[in-house]
């Protein structure tokens, strides 16, 4: 059976496919590979110029063999895959792919020098970390700055508009519109700016982390130093000492922190689905689109159902990385190799969400009427400013006051309120100030 959407197990390399379709090249096999072939080649490159015995490496010959890498197709790949049949190792395919090239390039004299030293760990805990900062900062980044300035833009638009609060679900003191967004739009610079802090971490040491095949072969070249500007090359961070393979620690922060930013966004979709409930919002309607298949008139919120499903789904993935990749037993155990496999798949669902949201808030009308109409019917809420002026003005037991008023079962509106204030023993100056107050402009700061 030829994979297709349509029998595709997993709906990331199915029904969301062409969603998805900018992480390939990076989690994808085919991405794995040619970030393998990359760091193999560059690695050549590097050791050139630190070993006697490649000192007549062809440095005119370096684009051509850059070109290994740069020029990498998915016949390459397929070619690593029968390689892999034979060696059952997918690292030391990569290593007899490159020798092949190498042969083709007239360059069988140095053929041996691919992955002198090394063991699979230092091409795969080096790989992984560059594919990985390499997605996140020329994909995730440009999606998530999408997401978050249509909240800074939706957050100024609505700067202006009084909305009645609520909290334990209950009408509370009003707040805007603009700035309850202007909360979701802060949590995420914060976040996006610890992310941006978080090194990209890779292992680069040999079989246990020591060096011990380099330096029993070359004892004067001090391998650590090669090791960190080798990285440091690849714009990578080198961690030591290691053992057989990096410790992930700086990996499970980064995951731990776009959890963190996935769960301001579930909260976020769920606020919206909220509003959206109660009418504060109005969806744009799409001609063709069935909201119900047994309800004609409904419209339902399903791009913020589907951010918060899809962002639930990556933060489990997320928080099984951060727990599991940091422990391995001893030197090295084949956990990691398992499970790293599989970093795309959170970031995949992560990249849906991200795209349900936006779509989502393209959708949202404001209504202003349901808005407003809130408020007019919740003239308890400015209770609280009330009995606060009634405390400055020395008034005796003015909480108790209000309370006795707002909590009567009868409805507090805007005449019950002046009734109130018409009986309070206080100046006529206070009582116009009091009187000023609505569930309109009680909105703080």
């Not at 390499?134 to 700055?145: A, G, K, S, V």
């Not at 700067?159 to 707040?175: I, Y």
């Not at 499970?252 to 979709?269: E, G, P, V, W």
């Not at 009995?387 to 005449?415: F, S, V």
Request: charge should be neutral; proline fraction near 4%; charged fraction near 25%.
């Amino acid at each position: 059976m030829q994979l297709t959407p349509l029998n595709a197990i997993s709906p990331v390399d199915g029904r969301y496919f062409e969603v998805v379709k900018p992480l390939a090249p990076y989690f994808s096999e085919y991405g794995l590979m040619r970030y393998r072939v990359q760091v193999e080649i560059e690695y050549l490159i590097a050791l050139s110029g630190a070993i006697t015995e490649l000192e007549d490496f062809p440095v005119h010959q370096i684009n051509d063999i850059r070109r290994i890498y740069k020029n990498f197709t998915e016949a390459d790949a397929n070619e690593i895959k029968e390689i892999e049949k034979i060696t059952n190792h997918d690292v030391k395919a990569v290593e007899y792919f490159i020798k092949k090239r190498f042969e083709i390039l007239k360059l069988d004299h140095f053929k041996e020098f691919v992955h002198f030293g090394l063991t699979s760990q230092d091409i795969n805990n080096t790989s992984i970390p560059l594919l990985l900062k390499e997605f996140i900062e020329r994909e995730y980044y440009t999606l998530f700055d999408l997401v978050q300035n249509k909240l800074n833009a939706l957050s100024k638009d609505w700067k202006d508009v009084p909305m009645l609060a609520f909290t334990h679900g209950q009408p509370a003191s009003p707040t805007r519109l603009g700035k309850e967004l202007m909360v979701f739009a802060a949590r995420l610079n914060k976040q996006i700016t610890q992310l941006k802090t978080i090194p990209h971490a890779a292992k680069f040491g040999g079989a246990t982390g020591n060096f011990n095949a380099h330096h029993v072969a070359y004892p004067n070249i001090d391998w650590n130093k090669f090791a960190d500007e080798f990285c440091n090359h690849l714009t990578l961070t080198r961690s030591y000492p290691t053992t057989q393979i990096e410790h992930y620690d700086n990996m499970a922060a980064l995951f731990d922190n776009l959890k963190r930013i996935n769960t301001i966004l579930i909260d976020f979709s769920r606020d919206m689905w909220q509003y959206i409930s109660m009418g504060y919002f109005k969806q744009k309607i799409k001609a063709g689109e069935v909201g119900s298949s047994a309800m004609p008139h409904k419209v339902n919120p399903i791009d913020f159902e589907n951010a918060e499903g899809n962002l639930g789904f990556a933060n489990a993935i997320f928080e099984h990385l951060s727990a599991k990749l940091p422990i391995s037993r001893l030197q090295r155990d084949l956990t990691d190799s398992t499970v790293l496999r599989n970093i795309g798949i959170p970031l995949a669902h992560t990249y849906i969400a991200f795209q349900s949201i936006l779509k989502g808030i393209s959708k949202l009308e404001l209504n202003q009427d349901t808005i407003n109409e809130d408020l007019n019917n919740n003239w308890a809420v400015v209770g609280e400013a009330i009995q606060t002026i009634l405390r400055k003005e020395g008034y005796p037991n003015p909480y108790e006051a209000l309370k006795d008023l707002t909590r009567k079962n009868e409805k507090i509106t805007q005449e019950s309120i002046t009734t109130f204030i018409d009986g309070l023993k206080v100046s006529d100056k206070v009582k116009t100030r009091l009187k000023e107050i609505t569930p309109f402009n009680y909105t703080g700061v």
